[in-house]
């Protein structure tokens, strides 16, 4: 019946749909992990679902679907890989080791290496961004690192869809290099949004200002903390930090895995190759390239305690989280309900109390320019998900990516 309800997102615009894929998503994977269902029923229910999303890439003109899960009570708690479609229209088959682009999804590692910092009393979560930055970001000065994790900063977003210079740039001059400071000055000078920690914006600034604080504390780049306490010890070999262009900074022998993304509905870049397009809009706040399968693997690592590695416990990344609610244009934080469906963000991950499974859902999404992706973990039923796809609707970002 699950697959059934799937085919609805062939109504309305690609934002609905790849909505209510990741919502149906969850029903599937919840309905096979929480209730007892002979091996044969899940066997019949994954090929239900390639049968479904094989659909879904012929009628949306999809090329690529990458599908990575990991559950209890199917597949004997094995990885289960699920790849549809071809790198590019004329392409190889997508496989495992396709590589996609995972826009906001870095920001979760970018969390975890700061509280890896913070258990090695390099920093604290207190401390305010003038420790690091004593002259450079004045209007930013008392706002704490915890505020940047958990975008109660009050710092406005750099890809904002009103600031019409930046989506115009990278759409423009798809080759254009941001470094940092060009991304933090299109909005330093501006007042803050509201009084830190007294209300909740989702800003990409933050997390640009978490990627100079980990250089400047580890004195050393962010790639090299990211492979260091993350992709080497969890064998993510298929996982890169880009700053600029992916085509150039991954081993040549690699490059016909990455899976080629396409923008509906954007002519600016409808003749670009997408590969070819800089990066370095998105940085530290969505920058990452990776495989649904590395993906898991560190989903996994942070929830799952015998997988955990010394990386973060469920209960550190999942601090602090706050619910945000829109009051004539102010925003209200409290702490998520544990009694009824509530979401909230935490410290660089989404949280969702789903009341109708009975379940905690930690989670991220991400997009750029011809990308969506979502990495979830299923607190109750011990169940884990990265949904990987290669094609994105100009509406939604609401202006620009990440």
């Given at each position: 019946m699950?697959f059934?309800?799937l085919?609805?997102i ?6 609905i749909?790849f ?7 969850v ?10 269902v002979n ?26 679907i ?18 549809l479609g071809?790198n590019?229209?004329?392409g ?10 995972i ?6 590692f970018?969390?975890t290496i ?32 915890k505020?940047l ?7 406005h977003n750099y890809?904002?869809p009103k600031?019409?210079y ?16 060009d991304?933090?000055r299109l909005?330093?000078?501006e ?16 997390y ?9 504390v ?19 070999s ?6 600029h ?23 600016l ?6 590969n ?7 940085s ?23 997988e ?58 991400g997009g750029?320019y011809?990308y969506l ?19 994105t ?10």
């Amino acid at each position: 019946m699950f697959f059934d309800i799937l085919k609805f997102i062939y109504i309305g615009g690609l934002v609905i749909k790849f909505k209510l894929l990741f919502k149906i998503l969850v029903i599937i994977i919840l309905t096979s992990c929480v209730h007892q269902v002979n091996s044969s029923k899940n066997i019949y229910n994954l090929e239900n679902l390639k049968s479904d999303l094989n659909q879904i890439i012929s009628k949306e003109n999809l090329s690529a679907i990458s599908l990575a899960i990991k559950c209890p009570k199917v597949n004997d708690f094995n990885v289960i890989d699920i790849n549809l479609g071809f790198n590019s229209i004329n392409g190889e088959n997508v496989t495992q080791l396709s590589l996609f682009q995972i826009g906001s999804i870095t920001k979760t590692f970018v969390a975890t290496i700061i509280l890896q910092l913070e258990n090695e009393k390099l920093l604290s979560l207190e401390d305010n961004i003038e420790k690091y930055f004593p002259q450079q970001y004045k209007n930013w000065s008392k706002i704490k690192i915890k505020n940047l994790l958990n975008m109660t900063s009050g710092i406005h977003n750099y890809n904002d869809p009103k600031n019409q210079y930046f989506i115009g740039k990278t759409l423009r001059d798809p080759d254009y290099y941001f470094t940092n400071e060009d991304l933090l000055r299109l909005v330093k000078s501006e007042d803050l949004k509201f009084v830190p920690n007294s209300s909740w914006m989702y800003s990409n600034t933050n997390y640009i200002l978490l990627g100079k604080i980990i250089e400047k504390v580890s004195n050393s780049t962010f790639s090299e903390q990211l492979q260091k306490r993350i992709l080497q010890p969890l064998q993510m070999s298929n996982t890169y930090f880009i700053k600029h262009r992916p085509k150039t900074e991954i081993p040549l022998y690699k490059i016909s895995h990455l899976t080629q993304g396409y923008l509906y509905n954007e002519t600016l870049l409808k003749n670009f190759d997408i590969n070819d397009l800089s990066l370095s809009f998105a940085s530290y706040a969505g920058s990452i390239i990776s495989t649904s399968n590395d993906l898991l693997k560190f989903i996994n690592a942070l929830f799952l305690t015998k997988e955990n590695n010394n990386l973060n416990s469920l209960k550190k990344l999942s601090a602090e989280f706050n619910y945000f609610e829109n009051t004539d244009n102010t925003g209200i934080i409290r702490k998520i309900s544990s009694n009824k469906m509530d979401s909230g963000y935490g410290l660089g991950i989404f949280i969702l109390n789903d009341n109708n499974f009975n379940d905690f859902n930690y989670f991220h999404t991400g997009g750029t320019y011809g990308y969506l992706s979502k990495m979830s973990y299923l607190k109750n039923s011990n169940a884990s998900y990265v949904l990987l796809i290669n094609s994105t609707h100009q509406l939604d970002f609401r202006g620009c990516p990440t």
